[in-house]
Nanobody, 127 residues
Framework: QVQLVESGGGSVQAGGSLRLSCAAS???????MGWFRQAPGQEREGLVC????????MYADSVKERFTISQDNAKNTLYLQMNSLKPEDTGMYYC?????????????????????WGQGTQVTVSS
């Protein structure tokens, strides 16, 4: 079992930036991880994913060129740098991971493809 703890959320004005962190309880190198968002009344959606063994990533069109995923394997921590934030970016942000051996090939933005989830951190963007 892997525990994931997100932090770094908050309130920001449109155009601002935030950096989210996801601390994992286990070694993260060589795993599949991702960031997801759930807005009020909407389904959870995948924003960006990464294979931490090689660094390959996939971004949703809605956040491409504004959000950047990164990793610090020494700290077992995943990051999400969010720039040029918009009001529609408001929501609960979750970090997730796939169990070892649970996936091969490119990472996926499919919510159902992840086994471990954090409790989420709230991001609110005001206009």
């Amino acid at each position: 079992q892997v525990q994931l703890v997100e932090s770094g959320g908050g309130s920001v004005q449109a155009g601002g930036s935030l950096r989210l962190s996801c601390a994992a309880s286990a070694y993260t190198y060589g795993t599949y991880m991702g960031w997801f968002r759930q807005a009020p009344g909407q389904e959870r959606e995948g924003l960006v994913c990464i294979y931490t063994g090689g660094g390959s990533t996939m971004y949703a069109d809605s956040v491409k060129e504004r959000f950047t995923i990164s990793q610090d394997n020494a700290k077992n921590t995943l990051y999400l740098q969010m720039n040029s934030l918009k009001p529609e970016d408001t929501g609960m942000y979750y970090c997730a991971a796939v169990r070892r051996g649970g996936r091969f090939g490119p990472c996926s933005l499919n919510v159902g493809g992840y086994d471990y989830w954090g409790q989420g951190t709230q991001v609110t963007v005001s206009s």
